[in-house]
Every structure is written in structure tokens, then in C-alpha cells.
């Protein structure tokens, strides 16, 4: 109440920012007839003068009116756009690192370039976020014209783009690509070898269309990197047959107690709860195909995998539905992003959810994938020195925003007032009787000339629609996740008089609904049209215009309710744009999953009661204020459900950051020598300690034990009882010393003999390779150890302090572990001396001149019982025997290092093409990798 008092005296924080940004604007108009006054050259030579007075000082908030001036006339030249002033406000909330909330058909686009401009004078580059590569290019492409004339360079980054082409994108002025790619990039940048492979620059300034979309809807997505793990593919298939024959519990809360039924599912939170009748089932069928043994449980700790096989494959059948949830394209099951409507192509679920799908699609099962290095869109947003962001829905999760990523949103004024009539939702008893009551609304729309759009949350709902429609001889267009590549051809004539459009969600969809139709869009070239056909159509899409503007403009129908209401104002914002007419309604039955889960008893029985028909409705205030608290619910339990993500996931990134910090220094620093000092006498000094505790006098020692430790770890043979015979006064600390000085007299002595170039590559591969092995390993203890987290709360503990603690620790042992591997790894790995390399060098020549012989003896033209010539087979042993010897003797430092085992002894299988995962030709029983090929 004192808030409503003290806003109506001094205005909302809304309006004050709005007050307070208007003068400014006033400052940039003042300079317009300035501005106007330069030619092209002046004009164009501005962007020097202003990176200029940037360099000597000048902030960007004091170039600020004189650029967004500059940027306004120079697009009034190049695009013949003039900016408005509420563009300008955005423009200006932008640069300040917050969100600019505008309608749909504002010109969010833009209203971008000015803030980019100003931004892209420090040089430190701009990055612009878009939800898809379409819109990345169209918006390049778009508003490469106005920067090319203001001497700024644009790069545009997408999926499997030559790495060459990745580095000038970001390298350019202004960046644009999708959020997924920036991730990517980030993580892939921090698994590279060399320095100059990292394509990212210092992450400076970032705007991010439609946002919400991106922090809000895909925060829970993890960005995931990951490698084949082993096949389990069999498993699945063999889980898959048991599934049929569970049966569903109807009455969860029913069935929690008697549990006559197999399983139930807690649909709010997606989460499956298996019955005792439902786990003796299961495991008598897994005893009965020989998974589990007579007298074994799910329960086993060896068996747990087995459970997680078989909860996945319960969700796969139960909880994730073809065509919502996904489609199934050319065999292959793919993702469909329940915000967007999009297909995400090469994304997949984690945890065996995607195997499992993929077992009940009878589609080919993937091996599972091994986590290589992970992020959230949240941690990676965050990692940008400024962040701001625009999108037409973000004021009903402003709270959120701030807390999480500290951005205010501000809400930017219509340039025209909003014409749209929001309309009451109608209520149906069943789905079919509101299918009957949209077509019948469709007519009627269609009987006055106005063009429609219907809204639908699922491809699945957007085809039973579609069917119905067929049924009517009702003539429309679906745009859903199997038509993406007609999208914008099919948008762009949404607004035609009486069109019927069928589209599945339309968050960032990119393209603006005109009255009447674009006709610009049957032209195909429109340089080649003649200026008398170019007034011709105008004229046509003239006539169209003002019919669909007298038919009551484009009229909106969502044939259900989101779980956000940021979704349905997405849709309902595709009417009323620049002050156009328009109507939205959205229809509803007590069939939608949001009325059945979650708008409760009250308004169903008060429904029932009316003794309704099929095909009747009811609009009730009482009824939009449960849907409206229905959406709040689940609004409510997703902010916690990223909440709760992300406070885990901070502790992830804090590791991540020191991880990828320590990798940078590796790449960066040119001597590692100090570095690895220090480390050795960590390692050391951390074996010894097992073996002579410290403080402790010489009847505790075991030195026999160190002796053969250090000779099985470090093949360092030292003859420590010696020592201690030979100098009775040597104690504990003089012991540890001697030990220690040995190990680095050793260690340079090697170094020295490969010389100190080879010696220090060798020394950062050895690093490298050992940090993302451990960080691998790591990132999948840390998952295995959020999911059973939880589990401390019923022992009184707090699980975020008990992950806190416990992931600490692991980071502790992983780092330890990087220190171990690498000082064992130099100390083991096989360093010809300079004797040896001349023998193999002697070896080599004999053996190419023996292989010669035989060739030109045997003759080219016999066959081997392989069906080789003589001519490959010669060559190819001359090959093999050369590689057994070391590989190349010209490059015998590191190479020849490289291609004998760790244990000393030469591979004879080096350059041989065998699979890494293949078993090793020895007879060892281990993988290659595991054996020979062990680098």
C-alpha cells in the first residue's frame, strides 16, 4: 500500500529511469541538424575520431549522444530507417547493461545497432546472442551495410564453421551468432593445445536477443561436451521389453498406499516412483534373462546402473511424448525445444533418457556420452564484462533477472499506442468441444476477411488441429518443428486477408506479421523489377492492407494456455504492431494438462455442475484468476528449480574457473620449469610421508617400502638404506631432503639430454593431457554426487553445505592427482640417448635397403592372400619396422620420447593402425590405450 502511495507521488522506478533517459535523448536530437549537415566522408570519418577521443580518455557514456546521433542519420542514409526516440531509450538501456522490454514490431533489431556501434569503438568487440543461426545471419547481413559504412567489420560464428573463419568472426567489431555456439566455443576454446587455436576473445560487451527465452527458458539445458562412454546399447533394448507390462498407477495418492499398480508419476515435477509389487516384477524378469542373480536387488550397489536403466526407460514411455517432446526424423530421435517449437539437432538428453527414447522409437541406440566439459548459459552469460539484453517479454520475470544476473529490465513505450483487444479465455469441458468452438471461431474470423494465427504449445496439437481443419475444407498453413524450412515464407504472408496460420509457439521467431501480407517476398530478385511492377504490387498490398485493417487486423487464437504467461503474451504480441489492429483470445478445456495438474477441483466441479455441453463454453473472471495462479505456481516452481540448479552449479564454476585459468597459464607460459620444481617436491615430499611420517623417529620408518614405491611409480632407483648406513647423522628432514634433490637432479638431467625446446613441449603436453583427463573424471563425480545430494537432508544436514564441502574435497584429491600423473609421467616416459638414436638411425637405413631388395626381387604384380600387391605389403612392413623403431629420427627429441610406452620400453607397434580401443596386440587383455599405446 505505502509502495502504490509513494509511486503515484514520485513515479514507479520504471518511469524515473524513462524520465531520466529522455533527456538524454534530447541531447541526441539537438545534434541531428548537426549530424545531417556532414557529408558521407565526414559522417564516415566520425568512427575514427571517436575511437580517437576513446583512447585519450573519453568514456563511451560521453560519446554517447554525438554516436547514437551518427548511427541514427548514417541508417537513415544506408537503410533509410530513421530510429525513433523510444529506440533511442532502448538503445540507451542497452548500453547501460540492462534489458529493454519492447513489443513485438518495435524494431528491437534496430534499436541493437546503437549500442553496438557505441560499444564496438572501444574495440574489445561486441557479441549479439540470437536463439538461431537463421536469425544470426539474417540480422549480419541485415546490418552489415550501416556498420561497413561506419568502418565497422561484422562476423557472423555458426555450427561447424572452418576454425580459420570462427577466429576473424570474432575477431570482427561486431559478432553475431547463437547462443549455443558462444558456449560451445567457450568450452571447446579451454580444451585446445595451443594458444593460438582459441578463437574467443576477452568476453566484453554481449546483447541477447529475446532473452527471457535464453536465460529463463534454456537455463536448466547444460551446455555438455562429451565423449563416447562405454556401449550399454544392448541394456536399454532389453529394459525397453519390460516396460509394456508395468502398469500405471491412475490414483497416485490411491496407490502410494495400497500399491496395487507398478509405478506412479508425479507429473508437476516429472519425477517417477516405482511401487514394491513394481520392483519384485522387475527384478524377477532381470533374474529371468540373467541381469541380476538369484539372490541379488536393484538395491545392490553393483546394480544401481540398472535401476537408473530402468527409471530412464519409465520416463522414455510415460513422461516424454512424441511429437511435444520430440519428433523422430529419418530414424533418428530428435529434441524439440518445448519453449520454441524449434528442433535441436545434434542436442541430446543426458542420464540414458535419449538411449531410452531411442529404444522405444526402434531407432538405433547411440552409445552413451562421458561429460568433457560442461557449462550453464547462466555461468556463461555472467562471465561478460557487461551484459543487456532485449526481447518484447521479461517484465513478469524481472525479479528473477536481478537476481540472478543483477539486470533490471526496463519497459520502452509503444511509438504508437497498442490497438489490440485482449479478449476473456473460453472454458470447455473436453479438448474436442474446444476444437469445435476454435474452427467455429476461425470461420467467423475468416467471414469478415481477417487473416488468423493460431497458437498451439505442441507439433502434436498443431496436426490434430491441422486434421480437423482438413476435415472443414478450412484452407491453412502449419508452422511447426517438421516445416522450419518454409518458416519464413510462411510468416510472411500470415497477414493476408483470411489466411489461416497453424504454428507452434512463436518465441523468437524473427519476422514481423504485416497487415495485408509482405509483398515484397514474390520477388525473388527485386533489383530486376521494373519500378512500374514494384508500384503495381504496392498498390495490390494496399488494397489488402486496408481490407485486413477494417476486418479488425490480425486476429490471434491460443488453443491453450502455457505453464508462462511470458509464452502467451509472446504469442498474443504477434497482433497490434506500430499501433495496428488486432484481437487475441485464448481457448481451454479441462483436458489441458495445465487446467488437470494444476488449476485444481474448484473450477472443474463448478463446470460440471453447470452441466455444460461438448461444445459450450464459459468466460468467468473467477476462472482466468485460477489459470492466472496456475501459471504463477508453475512459474514459481521453476525459478526454484534454476535457483537450486544454479547454486550447485556455481560451485562447479568457481573449480571451472580455476581449471581454465590454471590451462591458460599452461598454454601461455613459455618455462615450466619453476612450475615443475615446485611440483616434484610436493610429490615427493607427499610418497615419503606415507612411508616416514613426519616427526616420527627411524623405528616407524619403512624404507624398504619407499625404496621399492619410488622404483614401481617413478622407475627411480635410489639405495636410501645406503645412505642411511653410510651417514648415521642423517635424520628425517636431511632424509627427505637428499630423497628430493635426487628426484630433481634426475629430472633435469633428463630434460637436459632432450633438450630444453622438446623437453618443455613434452612437459605441456604431459600437463595438458593429465589436467582435462582428471577435470573429466571430476565433472562426473561432481554429477553423480549432485544427484544424491538431497538424500543428506534426511540426516539433519544441509545438502548445498554438505556439496560445498564434499566437492571441495574431490577438487583437492583432483588436484593432487594432476601433480601425481604429471611428475610420474616425466619420470617414466622413455628418452633415447644419443647412442640409441644412432643405432635406430643405422637399424632404419638397413632395413628401407633389405625392404628395397625384396621388393624389386618379388615383383609388383603378386598378390598377397589379403589380395595386396607386394608393392603395398613391402611398403607397408618397411613402414611398420621404421615406426617400431622410434618413428622419425629427425624428430627423435619429443617424437622419440613419445613412441615408447611409459614403462620404458619401445612400442613395437608405434605408427601401426591400431584403434585406441581396440585390444593390444600383445595379449595383454587391455586396450591398446590401456597397454603399447599408453602415451
Known sequence: MLSKIIGSVVGTKNERELKRMRKVVSKINAREAEIQALSDEQLQQKTAEFKARHQNGESLDALLPEAFAVCREASLRVNGMRHYDVQLIGGITLHEGKIAEMKTGEGKTLMGTLAMY???I?????????????????????????????????????????????????????????NNEYGFDYLRDNMVFKLEEKKQRALNFCIIDEIDSILIDEARTPLIISGQAEDSSRMYALINTIIPVLIRSKDEEANKNNEEEDFWIDEKNRQIEISEKGYEKIERFLIEVGELGENESLYSPSRLPLLAHVQAAIRAHHVFVKNVHYIVDEGEVVIVDENTGRTMPGRRWSEGLHQAVEAKENAEIQAENQTLATTTFQNYFRLYEKLSGMTGTADTEAAEFKSTYDLDVIVIPTHEPIARIDMDDQIFLTKLGKYKGIIREIKEIQAKGAPVLVGTATIEASEELSYLLDQENVKHNVLNAKQHEREAEIIAQAGSPKSVTIATNMAGRGTDIILGGNWQSFIEDIDSVSPEEMQRLKAQWQIKHDQVVAAGGLHIIGSERHESRRIDNQLRGRAGRQGDPGMSRFFLSLEDD?????????????????????????????????????????????????????????????????????????????????????????????????????????DQWNVDGLEDELEDEFKISMPINDWLDEDRRLDEEGLREKIVQTALERYHGRRDQMGE????????????????????????????????????????????????????????????????????????????????????????????????????????????????????????????????????????????????????????????????NALCPCGSGLKYKQCHGKI
Open 594 to 698: 495445465l487446467m488437470r495438474i494444476f488449476a485444481g477441483d474448484r473450477v472443474v466441479n463448478m463446470m460440471r455442475a453447470m452441466g455444460l455441453k461438448e461444445d459450450e463454453a464459459i468466460e468467468h473472471k473467477m476462472v482466468s484468476k485460477s489459470i492466472e495462479n496456475a501459471q504463477g505456481k508453475v512459474e514459481s516452481r521453476d525459478f526454484d528449480a534454476r535457483k537450486n540448479l544454479l547454486k550447485y552449479d556455481d560451485v562447479a564454476n568457481e573449480q571451472r574457473k580455476v581449471i581454465y585459468s590454471q590451462r591458460d597459464d599452461l598454454l601461455a607460459e613459455m618455462d615450466l620449469l619453476d612450475a615443475l620444481e615446485v611440483m616434484h617436491r610436493e610429490v615427493y615430499n607427499a610418497m615419503i610421508n606415507q612411508f616416514i611420517p613426519p616427526g616420527s623417529i627411524d
Open 122 to 178: 572501444s574495440g574489445k568487440g561486441v557479441h549479439l546472442v540470437t536463439v538461431n543461426d537463421y536469425l544470426a545471419a539474417r540480422d549480419a547481413e541485415l546490418n552489415r551495410p550501416l556498420f561497413g559504412f561506419l568502418g565497422m567489420t561484422v562476423g557472423v560464428i555458426y555450427s561447424q564453421q572452418p576454425p580459420q573463419e570462427k577466429i576473424a568472426a570474432y575477431q570482427a567489431d561486431i559478432t553475431y551468432g547463437t
Open 757 to 916: 625446446q622438446d623437453a618443455a613441449q613434452l612437459e605441456r603436453h604431459f600437463m595438458l593431457q593429465s589436467l582435462d583427463k582428471h577435470w573429466k573424471e571430476h565433472l562426473t563425480q561432481m554429477d553423480q554426487l549432485r544427484k544424491g545430494i538431497h538424500l543428506r537432508g534426511y540426516a539433519q544436514k544441509n545438502p548445498e553445505q554438505e556439496y560445498k564441502r564434499e566437492s571441495f574435497e574431490l577438487f583437492q584429491m583432483m588436484l593432487g592427482a594432476i601433480k601425481s600423473e604429471t611428475v610420474q609421467d616425466l619420470s617414466r616416459v622413455h628418452i633415447p640417448t644419443k647412442e640409441e638414436l644412432e643405432a635406430l638411425e643405422i637399424q632404419q637405413r638397413e632395413n628401407a635397403a633389405h625392404m628395397q631388395m625384396q621388393f624389386e626381387h618379388d615383383g609388383v604384380d603378386n598378390l598377397d592372400s589379403n589380395g595386396n600387391s607386394n608393392e603395398n605389403r613391402a611398403a607397408g612392413q618397411a613402414q611398420a619396422q621404421s615406426t617400431a623403431l622410434g618413428g622419425s629420427v629427425a624428430a627423435a627429441g619429443v617424437s622419440g620420447a613419445i613412441a615408447g610406452n611409459v614403462d620404458g620400453e619401445p612400442n613395437p607397434y608405434a605408427g601401426s593402425n591400431i584403434s585406441r
Open 118 to 120: 557505441l560499444n564496438a
